[in-house]
């Protein structure tokens, strides 16, 4: 077996997919694959190599966060050009846009305004040239009261019993952040109050919270900024059926709704009793409203005082993005590096993988954020674009993925990007368990960007009793690239300051890469028209006879669903 023409050692992980100068409206742009073309030649552990204070040099800290992105491919001259390029899309203006309540979400007319909810400074925040503070500061002074009167016994269900359950129904923005949140936040939840989410149309889930809660002590809370989302409605009408069932009397049913949304007239017209609506603004995107009344269950299951902890911290981060120079900001600098991934590296996905089983779902609210916010192709002005735009966003704790997808990250032959998320604190310190999960995340981030080589390969199995072939053959299976790039971004510990910023930070790194590919990252037209063909074919599959809808695979389907419950 000839090795003269085998070089995966060489092998950078990261060659560019399109040989194209993609977002060539930036001058700036135009340089970036001459960088590309330069650090082609080097490797990240290289960059180690020729400059001692790298991990000084690419490390930012910023709201309780320190984000080391030194394992990524990248040198001043790259850094400053990308930074340029974030300059020349005017990121620095549409963030300012942003906090004076412009209305940059155009194609709805909106303001972006979920900073102003974490506004602690002396600022104020307008919309329309009306101060929004005074409202803010209502609904918070409703969810203090509320979250008061639950927790000390002075609300309580119709038979006097104090809430027990609290149910979000909710889906999307109005369960993502809300879930993630309160799962991050499991160390401060109350022990007398249990947690339930009915997100999903499916009746299982429906069936499985409500055998485990009783009527006597649940409260639900009806979360839907529209009021018009088919699967809130819905499950809000199965649950309210079933309470009545259940032997709650019709006129005490408001001892246990309450809802949440900008649309007052129709949560009041599914009979949520007037006093029981907490209203937030149309100046806040569903996916960034955790930190509004939709975010209620947030502090009734915690406190209110921990809900304002998460609130400063995500307040804090937004200083840090608001000052910080573009090379020094920590989510301009995410973005920076994201684009740089996806646009001239070739990357399609990008993992974000905690090292903390508080974070499970954290992935999943950032797939919402990053995806329905980034995943668009006409730009704010109605034009197509010329470029990826938002990367597949994936990922889940870790150690678990090192034993499942971390194979396709150290030798597929994809690059994957990876955020690895590491509170460096247990608030679980049990043996040395947290210790080592510490020592995995760094391992892997080390490991991504070290590989190993048909050298060190050939070592490793001399004097195994292998022959000539098949050594050389097990040796080249046992290459690892390396060269592969990730951000390693650490906490002291997951607070609900830490927390809250952790969120903030992502956002912005969506909103950063938003204006540089040019897109309204805050709309979500593409959702609608799977909606709309919802209802026609839920027609088809309801009705006796039915009128062919377009095409034969979905007819067949139908016909089979039809025959098998009608
Ligand atoms: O809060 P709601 O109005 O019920 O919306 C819930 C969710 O559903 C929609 O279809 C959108 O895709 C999401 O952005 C939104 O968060």
């Known amino acids: 077996m000839s090795s003269e023409n085998f070089k995966p050692s060489n092998f950078k992980g990261w060659e560019p997919a399109v040989n194209t100068t993609p977002l060539s409206q930036y001058a700036s742009a135009k340089i970036l694959a001459a960088h590309r073309d330069r650090l082609s030649s080097q490797t990240i552990s290289g960059l180690f190599a020729s400059d001692p204070r790298r991990a000084e040099t690419y490390l930012i800290s910023a709201a309780g966060l320190e984000l080391d992105f030194s394992k990524n491919a990248i040198d001043q001259p790259l850094l400053k050009t990308l930074a340029a390029m974030a300059g020349e899309a005017g990121v620095a203006e549409k963030r300012t846009a942003m906090v004076a309540g412009e209305k940059i979400n155009s194609s709805e007319n909106r303001a972006v305004f979920h900073t102003a909810l974490r506004d602690f400074t002396n600022s104020d925040p307008q919309v329309d040239g009306e101060s929004i503070k005074p409202g803010i500061e209502d609904v918070l002074q409703k969810i203090r009261i509320l979250t008061s009167n639950i927790h000390g016994g002075k609300w309580t269900g119709y038979s006097g019993k104090k ?14 952040g809300i879930k993630a949140v309160l799962d991050g936040l499991q160390p401060w939840q109350r022990d007398d109050i249990t947690t339930h989410y009915i997100a999903n149309i499916d009746p299982t889930e429906l069936h499985q919270v409500l055998t485990n809660i009783d009527a006597e002590t649940a409260l639900f809370i009806v979360a839907s900024k529209s009021f018009s989302t088919l699967e809130t409605k819905l499950n809000a009408t199965a649950a309210r059926s079933w309470m009545l069932e259940q ?117 999943k609210h950032l797939q919402q954020m990053d995806m329905e916010s980034n995943g668009k192709t006409v730009t704010r002005d109605g034009e197509a674009v010329h470029y990826h735009t938002g990367a597949v966003i994936w990922g889940d704790v870790g150690t678990n993925g090192q034993h499942a997808y971390h194979q396709l990250f150290h030798q597929g032959s994809r690059l994957v990007p990876i955020d690895f998320i590491v509170p460096l604190q247990s608030c679980n310190p049990i043996g040395a368990q947290h210790r080592w999960l510490v020592a995995h995340a760094f391992a892997q981030s080390q490991a991504l960007m070290q590989g190993k080589n048909l050298e060190q390969a050939r070592a490793e199995l001399a004097n195994k009793g292998l022959n000539e072939s098949q050594l050389e053959s097990l040796a080249r299976q046992k290459v690892i690239p390396g060269n592969r790039p990730s951000n390693m971004l650490t906490m002291d510990r997951l607070t609900p300051e830490n927390l809250g910023a952790l969120v903030a930070l992502y956002e912005h790194k969506v909103f950063v890469q938003g204006i540089i590919w040019n897109l309204n990252s805050f709309d979500q037209w593409g959702v609608e028209l799977g909606k709309v063909l919802g209802n026609k074919i839920f027609d088809c599959l309801s009705e006796d006879a039915f009128s062919d809808v377009e095409d034969s695979s979905t007819n067949r389907l139908i016909k089979k669903f039809k025959l098998l419950n009608d």
């Open 247 to 363: 032997g709650v009397p019709e006129q005490d049913i408001h001892r246990h709704f309450v809802a949440i949304s900008s649309n007052i007239s129709a949560a009041t017209a599914f009979g949520i009793a007037k006093d029981n609506i907490f209203p937030m603004g149309d100046w806040v995107g569903g996916r960034y409203s955790l930190w509004s009344a939709i975010g209620l269950m947030i502090p009734l299951a915690t406190s209110y005082a921990v809900f304002e902890r998460l609130l400063k911290g995500a307040g804090a981060m937004d200083q840090h993005f608001l000052t910080a120079p573009f090379t020094e900001n920590m989510p301009v600098v995410m973005a920076l590096l994201g684009i740089w991934h996806q646009n001239w590296l070739g990357a399609e996905s990008h993992a974000v993988i905690p090292y903390d089983s508080r974070l499970t779902t954290f992935p």
């Open 163 to 176: 809430i027990r359950h609290i149910i979000n129904i909710g889906v999307g923005g109005s369960f993502l």
